[in-house]
């Protein structure tokens, strides 16, 4: 239906059957469908510049269902953050959505009027988990929003001084919502969607035809008067490169928001492009940071890519790269402040809380920054990554960070000399013990098992060449000597066992195995003993009745035993008129078996103390410095 | 794999050890006894022997 604008006769055209509300192209009012006729309700601004692709007449499709953007609202925070589109887009099936572009992706938002019951604004906070209807979502965001100027159809009546009261939400499957309050008095209202890369919604080769979003643009710095390129026509805040001030690159001309310190070199320049995974990025921003805990400030630096994708970050820290990506807060489940957090499926540990600000800024940022500004950090680990929750007032974001090497850093963004020496363990950095100690004791055992069936076989093999009756002594010693016996098949370990009922009394062997051919001879001593008795009410004993020794290596021969015993008892004891004195070829001899299975378990055993202290040395920086707590 | 040969060849050790019943600490008094000792009868009742010196009791 086209119609004539009230205020100068230009054609109006509302293509969607939904449109309320249109702007006049020529004269840029404001016109209200009411009846057949259309109202004049004002004039709206012009349009800001933006980094946007899209553009009124873009065509697009979703999962095969085709639609036209046909109108076009820009609004901004209240607090005065630089604007941001929603593109009212009309599809061919009779229905309408909303296509918000963020940080290079697209969010596409359906009008949804099946969940009855919306929670009240006043009730919500940002990091909050709510049920919509049968659906989980994260509060990502609890803000303000003000109407800035519009183009094209709107679904409703617009009005420069309006402001919108939001909470944005999202879930594990990359679904969002927007729990639109509208302005007071108004009706809540739910639209949902979810995240597209301009790919999935048909529109990754459209570029806007209008000129309007030019790829960066120049201002200068009020400061010192020097022309500042911006690469990303959205950036809000630059540095400038000659006198370091900080600029708000939103307003024209551009506003000093305050002068910065400090001539910091970044490791890696500014426009530096490289290659991470599939993705091409420039460097665009560098921020130096920090945290103060305990007194001591701890710094790291930013570094902000622009990419076909968006943006990404490089953070670093003592050497240790993290390559970041923003995640909607909706994937963050099982959330446990100060604790554990899930994501993906993947259990993080809390690292650290603490209150994080911007000492350093150069370049520029897709924010407007605030001096002095502190935001709460907390990072949680899953080595090799990172999760981040960033939150400022009513908002949080999270991002989730991969660990890289300075070589990979500097591989990726091909710059030649060294990076920065890595200290320490980095709070991502994978630990490189277990997966070589988790071999190392997979071997083992393996090495232990055949160890021990070596010597279960081994000892198998044993047998009894002698048993001899001692006589003891009435009196004073008496030497017992064996008839010859022959060992053979050696050399060989020979143990030499005695058994006697002694009773608080003892006996000691000395013991000879004489080889009656070389006169070679091996001489052991061992005692037997037994003593029991009460005490304080209880009964005790001690001794054994049994004593052995193991002669090692013995050379096959004819051979003799000779005992000589002797003993003391008490008045009260008893000893037995002779002692059974054994001797076994080949028995199982401990002492071998306990060192090979000591050698084979030390180097796991030291890989899993290096393993522990590389944990150790990782959360020593930590909230949880004992073990990771 | 090392570690696995470093394994490999303490078994081997480890067997050979068990053939030739080595034992890690040895507890025997090592003597040569005179061929005269060996000889003479009641040599061996008669001569001196290592003694381990008993002290007994509890």
């Known amino acids: ?629 | 794999m090392k570690f696995a040969l470093y394994c490999a060849l303490l078994c081997a050790a480890f067997a050979a050890a068990e053939l030739r019943g080595a034992v890690i600490v040895r507890a025997a008094q090592h003597a040569n006894i005179p061929a005269s000792v060996r000889s003479s009868p009641g040599g061996y009742r008669s001569y001196h022997f290592w003694h381990a010196g008993f002290q007994g009791g509890k």
């Open chain 1, 1 to 629: 239906m086209t119609s004539a604008c009230p205020n100068c006769g230009a054609p109006i055209e509302f293509a969607g059957a939904q449109s309320l509300a249109a702007v006049c192209k020529s004269c840029r009012s404001a016109v209200v469908r009411s009846g057949a006729d259309l109202v004049n309700v004002g004039k709206v601004p012009d349009l800001v510049a933006t980094g946007s692709k899209l553009a009124l007449g873009a065509r697009g499709a979703v999962e095969g269902k085709t639609f036209t953007i046909i109108g076009h609202l820009q609004l901004s925070r209240v607090s005065g953050d630089a604007a941001w589109d929603e593109w009212y887009v009309s599809f061919a099936s009779g229905s309408w959505g909303w296509l918000a572009e963020a940080q290079g992706h697209l969010l596409l938002t359906h009008p949804r009027t099946d969940v009855e019951r919306l929670p009240g604004r006043d009730s919500l906070r940002a990091g909050q988990r709510i049920w919509l209807g049968k659906e989980q979502l994260n509060v990502d965001e609890v803000n303000d929003a003000k109407f800035v100027t519009a183009e094209g159809e709107l679904p409703y009546e617009p009005s420069p001084f309006q402001t919108y009261r939001y909470a944005d939400c999202s879930d594990a499957k990359g679904g969002f919502a927007t729990i639109d309050f509208g302005s007071p008095g108004d009706s809540t209202q739910l639209f949902s969607g979810r995240e597209l890369a301009y790919a999935d919604a048909g529109l990754a080769d459209f570029q806007s035809i209008q000129g309007r979003h030019p790829e960066g643009h120049a201002l200068t710095c009020p400061n010192c008067g020097a022309n500042i390129g911006l690469k990303i026509v959205s950036s809000e805040s630059v540095a400038c490169p000659s006198c370091r001030a900080l600029l708000d690159a939103t307003q024209q001309p551009a506003k000093l928001l305050a002068q910065l310190k400090g001539r910091t070199q970044p490791a890696l320049p500014l426009g530096a492009k490289g290659r991470i995974g599939p993705r091409e990025l420039e460097v665009i921003g560098w921020m130096n940071r920090n945290v103060l805990i305990d007194g001591t400030n701890y710094w790291w630096e930013e570094y902000l890519l622009h990419g076909a994708a968006g943006y990404r970050w490089l953070t670093v820290y003592a050497g240790h790269w993290l390559f970041v990506e923003p995640i909607a807060g909706g994937k963050v489940t099982g959330l446990l402040e100060g604790a554990h957090a899930l994501c993906d499926g993947r259990s993080y540990r809390h690292f650290q809380t603490a209150m994080a600000r911007y000492d350093e800024i150069q370049g520029e940022l897709y924010w407007r920054i605030e001096t002095g500004q502190r935001v709460q950090c907390a990072d949680y680990v899953a080595p090799p990554y990172m999760l981040s929750s960033e939150k400022d007032g009513g908002e949080i974001s999270w991002s989730r960070g991969e660990y890289m090497t300075g070589a990979q850093v500097w591989a990726a963004f091909q710059q030649t000399g060294a990076p920065p020496k890595a200290h320490g363990v980095g709070a991502a950095q994978p630990n490189p013990i277990p997966a070589v100690a988790g071999r190392s004791w997979g071997i083992a055992l393996a090495a232990a098992s055949v160890v021990m069936l070596l010597a279960l076989g081994f000892s198998a093999r044993k047998q009894t060449v002698l048993e001899l009756p001692v006589p003891m002594p009435d009196a004073g010693e008496l030497v017992t000597l064996s008839p010859p016996f022959e060992l053979s098949g050696g050399p060989q370990a020979v143990r030499i066992s005695a058994r006697a009922a002694v009773q608080q009394a003892w006996i000691g062997l000395d013991v000879a195995l004489i080889n009656d051919e070389s006169g070679e001879s091996d001489a052991v001593g061992f005692e037997l003993s037994h003593y029991e008795g009460f005490e304080g009410g209880e009964h005790w004993s001690e001794g054994s009745e049994s004593g052995q020794a193991i002669i090692g290596s013995v050379p096959d021969g004819r051979y003799v035993l000779r005992v000589e015993p002797e003993s003391q008892k008490e008045a009260s004891g008893k000893l037995p008129p002779s002692v059974w004195v054994a001797v076994e070829r080949r028995p199982f001899v401990p002492g071998p078996l306990v060192l090979a299975l000591t050698l084979i378990f030390l180097w796991p055993i030291v890989l899993w103390i290096r393993g522990r202290r590389f944990e150790q040395r990782r959360w020593a920086e930590s909230d949880h410095p004992v073990g990771g707590g």
